[in-house]
């Protein structure tokens, strides 16, 4: 039996605040206007909701654009999370060829690297590719990203997952940094998140905590 090291099972493969980082591509306007593989809303509130998360978690969270000067700035809600940090402006599509958002990355020490993007199939797929190369563990937000085309997205996550990047929903990101309930410093702040962003799951815990004799945080 092989005694090397496997990145997509056991419990080193499950995601914590301390080896993870974030990177968050390319939510802009432009890329918004002709996304369609996802109704745009749900883009919007699954990648501030994941920002939020990271923030709660204490996950470096590094912000991109490209040509912002023509695609517009960073989301408001997604920049609001993050007010202090003003995003890398690129002129690369394929943002891991772009020294400053690597070095970024590489500052943190950091090889989990989680990853949402617009558009999925170049904006999101280039980096993802590129990093594996480079040795990162990768992780694809399949729901803080999106295509020009249902296809298009669902064809870009085929060919990550072939790469061998690792599909994961923002939820599921959060639940593991969580991982434990008993991290009692980040119960309430997760709670609320879930309250903001989660949908029925959000109406859910805050039946949980209602039941458990709990509140969440204001």
């Given at each position: 039996?092989?005694g090397s090291?496997?990145?997509?099972v056991g419990?080193?493969?499950?995601?914590?605040?301390?080896s993870?980082?974030?990177?968050?591509?390319?939510?802009?306007?432009?890329q918004?206007a002709?996304?369609h593989?996802?109704?745009?809303?749900?883009i919007v509130n699954n990648?501030?909701g994941?920002a939020?998360?990271?923030?709660?978690?204490?996950?470096?969270?590094?912000?991109?654009t490209v040509?912002?000067?023509r695609?517009?700035?960073?989301?408001?809600?997604?920049?609001?999370?993050?007010p202090?940090?003003?995003p890398?402006?690129r002129?690369f599509?394929?943002?891991?060829?772009?020294?400053?958002?690597?070095?970024?990355?590489e500052k943190?020490?950091r090889k989990k690297l989680?990853?949402?993007?617009?558009?999925?199939e170049i904006?999101?797929?280039?980096?993802?590719?590129?990093?594996?190369?480079?040795?990162?563990?990768?992780?694809i937000?399949?729901d803080?990203?999106?295509?020009?085309?249902?296809?298009?997205?669902d064809?870009?996550?085929?060919?990550?997952?072939?790469a061998?990047?690792?599909p994961?929903?923002?939820?599921?990101?959060?639940?593991?940094?969580?991982r434990d309930?008993a991290?009692?410093?980040?119960?309430?702040?997760m709670?609320?998140?879930?309250?903001?962003h989660?949908?029925?799951?959000?109406?859910?815990?805050a039946?949980?905590?209602?039941?458990?004799?709990?509140?969440?945080?204001?």
């Amino acid at each position: 039996m092989s005694g090397s090291r496997n990145a997509k099972v056991g419990l080193d493969a499950l995601l914590t605040p301390e080896s993870s980082v974030l990177l968050l591509i390319d939510h802009q306007p432009y890329q918004f206007a002709n996304l369609h593989s996802h109704e745009p809303t749900m883009i919007v509130n699954n990648v501030i909701g994941l920002a939020k998360l990271a923030k709660a978690f204490g996950v470096p969270t590094l912000l991109t654009t490209v040509l912002e000067e023509r695609g517009g700035y960073l989301i408001k809600g997604l920049q609001d999370v993050f007010p202090e940090q003003k995003p890398i402006n690129r002129t690369f599509i394929n943002t891991w060829e772009d020294r400053r958002v690597v070095e970024a990355v590489e500052k943190t020490g950091r090889k989990k690297l989680i990853i949402a993007a617009l558009w999925t199939e170049i904006c999101l797929a280039m980096p993802v590719i590129h990093a594996l190369g480079e040795g990162y563990d990768v992780y694809i937000v399949t729901d803080a990203s999106g295509g020009v085309t249902a296809e298009a997205h669902d064809m870009a996550v085929r060919r990550m997952v072939q790469a061998g990047a690792v599909p994961i929903t923002w939820m599921a990101v959060g639940g593991e940094w969580q991982r434990d309930w008993a991290r009692e410093k980040t119960v309430a702040g997760m709670a609320d998140l879930l309250g903001q962003h989660g949908g029925a799951t959000g109406v859910v815990t805050a039946w949980e905590w209602q039941l458990l004799g709990l509140h969440q945080a204001k």
